[in-house]
T-cell receptor
Framework: DTAVSQTPKYLVTQMGNDKSIKCEQNLGHDTMYWYKQDSKKFLKIMFSYNNKELIINETVPNRFSPKSPDKAHLNLHINSLELGDSAVYFC??????????????FGQGTRLTVV | GDSVTQMEGPVTLSEEAFLTINCTYTATGYPSLFWYVQYPGEGLQLLLKATKADDKGSNKGFEATYRKETTSFHLEKGSVQVSDSAVYFCALSDQGSGGGADGLTFGKGTHLIIQP
C-alpha cells in the first residue's frame, strides 16, 4: 500500500495549457509539501501545508496554486504552463509542523514536460 | 538561511571500494540531518538520519555521524556494490525555537556510479 502517491507519473502538455497533479498520503501526517527537481537534480521546496493551512510559499510564480481539500491530499494546479516549468515535481509528507525536524516521505514524482 | 553543501559528482568507484560523500551544513536552529537516495526514475527514499549531535545514523551498510563541531554529516560505506549506484542527497530539517522554515533543505546531490 503506497504511502505517498501522486498522479500522473508523466505529463506532456503544450505551452499555455492548465494542468493539475494530484497527491495523496495514507500515513496520517499533518504536513504535506511540493518540491521541484530541475534538470540538474536540484530539489527546492515550493509549498508546505500543515493541517490545510499554507505555511510556505517559496516565491514561486502565482501560476502555481496548491489546493488541499483535507490533510491527506495536496494537489498542485498550474496555469498557463511555460517551457521553464518542465521538471520533476515531488509530493511529500511529514509528521509535525514547523520546527519538528522530522523526515519527509516522498512520492514517485511527476515528470512534467512542456512543449 | 539554512544551506547544505555536498561534494559534486559524478563519483565513480569500483565495486567493494570505500565510499565517502562529504556534507556540511549551516542552520539557524537545531537541525535534524538526513541522507536520501534516488535511484534512476524513482522518488527519494530516506537512507538514514540523525537528530542530535554525535548521533550516528546507519542503514544498509551506510553510516553518517552528526558532527556539530564541524557542522558535517559525511556519508560512508565500507564496500560499495553496483546496486548502490544512485544520486545521494544530504538534507536538513530545522527544529526547535530557533528553527527556520518548515520542510527539508537539500544539497545539490551526488551522483554515484559503481563499476563492476
Amino acid at each position: 500500500d503506497t504511502a505517498v502517491s501522486q498522479t500522473p507519473k508523466y505529463l506532456v502538455t503544450q505551452m499555455g495549457n492548465d494542468k493539475s497533479i494530484k497527491c495523496e498520503q495514507n500515513l496520517g501526517h499533518d504536513t504535506m509539501y511540493w518540491y521541484k527537481q530541475d534538470s540538474k537534480k536540484f530539489l527546492k521546496i515550493m509549498f508546505s501545508y500543515n493541517n490545510k493551512e499554507l505555511i510556505i510559499n517559496e516565491t514561486v510564480p502565482n501560476r502555481f496554486s496548491p489546493k488541499s481539500p483535507d490533510k491527506a491530499h495536496l494537489n498542485l494546479h498550474i496555469n498557463s504552463l511555460e517551457l521553464g516549468d518542465s521538471a520533476v515535481y515531488f509530493c511529500a509528507s511529514s509528521q509535525g509542523g514547523r520546527g519538528a525536524g522530522t523526515e519527509a516521505f516522498f512520492g514517485q514524482g511527476t515528470r512534467l514536460t512542456v512543449v | 538561511g539554512d544551506s547544505v553543501t555536498q561534494m559534486e559528482g559524478p563519483v565513480t568507484l569500483s565495486e567493494e571500494a570505500f565510499l565517502t560523500i562529504n556534507c556540511t551544513y549551516t542552520a539557524t536552529g537545531y537541525p535534524s540531518l538526513f541522507w536520501y537516495v534516488q535511484y534512476p526514475g524513482e522518488g527519494l527514499q530516506l537512507l538514514l538520519k540523525a537528530t542530535k549531535a554525535d548521533d550516528k545514523g546507519s542503514n544498509k551498510g551506510f553510516e553518517a555521524t552528526y558532527r556539530k563541531e564541524t557542522t558535517s554529516f559525511h556519508l560512508e560505506k565500507g564496500s560499495v556494490q553496483v546496486s548502490d549506484s544512485a544520486v545521494y542527497f544530504c538534507a536538513l530539517s530545522d527544529q526547535g525555537s530557533g528553527g527556520g522554515a518548515d520542510g527539508l533543505t537539500f544539497g545539490k546531490g551526488t551522483h554515484l556510479i559503481i563499476q563492476p
